[in-house]
């Protein structure tokens, strides 16, 4: 399958420091957790945290809508929660891409249930169009795209740049 390139290794490493930088001024003065939604912002948010200047926690949750296809399914699952105790922490939610919405909304309904202190989002990819995160790393435009800890069918994980899949006429 040809793979269309959307964003380089450079570009990434660029996004992650810069949005690292954000955090870290945001956040200086507590010790955040940060929650990753599994499985596809493993990746970001392992190099996130090691471009932080500050003490912080890690969590994940995960959710799914996708499945084995490109659109959502619509519905989301929460299959793993937070272990760690949430109540009055300041809690950064990090997600590989911020597209319909869903997934995001269910981890926050699970995250606020939990009475944290505050609640943001991180994304490394913001798709066009869609409601931006509180942090964000670069902005996408239409298509499926695989990569940088991003799955399709679990396959392209690995990959360290990101691509899109070729245009079928769906959207991820």
Same mark, same amino acid.
């Given at each position: 399958?040809? @793979?269309?390139?959307?964003?380089?290794?450079?570009?990434?490493? &660029?996004?992650?420091? !810069?949005?690292?930088?954000?955090?870290?001024?945001?956040?200086?003065?507590?010790? %955040?957790?940060? $929650?990753?939604?599994?499985?596809?912002?493993?990746?970001? @948010?392992?190099?996130?945290?090691?471009?932080? /200047?500050? %003490?912080?926690?890690? &969590?994940?949750?995960?959710? !799914?809508?996708?499945?084995?296809?490109?659109? #959502?399914?619509?519905?989301?699952?929460?299959?793993?929660?937070?272990?760690?105790? +949430?109540? &009055?922490?300041? $809690?950064?939610?990090?997600? &590989?891409?911020?597209?319909?919405?869903? /997934?995001?909304?269910?981890?926050?309904? +699970?995250?606020?249930?939990?009475? %944290?202190?505050?609640?943001?989002?991180?994304?490394?990819?913001?798709?066009?169009?869609?409601?931006?995160?509180?942090?964000?790393?670069?902005?996408?435009?239409?298509?499926?795209?695989?990569?940088?800890?991003?799955?399709?069918?679990?396959?392209?994980?690995?990959?360290?740049?990101?691509?899109? @899949? %070729?245009?079928?006429?769906? !959207? #991820?």
């Amino acid at each position: 399958m040809d @793979l269309e390139p959307r964003f380089s290794e450079a570009q990434i490493r &660029d996004a992650v420091r !810069r949005v690292a930088l954000e955090l870290s001024q945001a956040y200086g003065h507590t010790c %955040p957790v940060f $929650v990753g939604v599994l499985k596809g912002s493993f990746v970001f @948010l392992a190099d996130l945290v090691r471009e932080l /200047t500050i %003490p912080f926690e890690v &969590d994940f949750v995960r959710a !799914r809508s996708y499945g084995a296809g490109t659109q #959502s399914s619509g519905k989301v699952e929460i299959i793993k929660d937070v272990e760690t105790e +949430l109540k &009055d922490r300041h $809690v950064v939610v990090v997600e &590989d891409i911020a597209d319909t919405g869903l /997934t995001l909304d269910a981890v926050l309904a +699970l995250i606020g249930s939990r009475q %944290p202190a505050s609640v943001k989002c991180c994304a490394l990819l913001v798709r066009e169009g869609c409601r931006r995160p509180d942090f964000c790393g670069l902005s996408i435009g239409q298509g499926f795209v695989v990569g940088y800890g991003i799955d399709y069918a679990e396959r392209y994980r690995g990959l360290r740049e990101i691509y899109a @899949l %070729p245009r079928t006429g769906q !959207r #991820s």
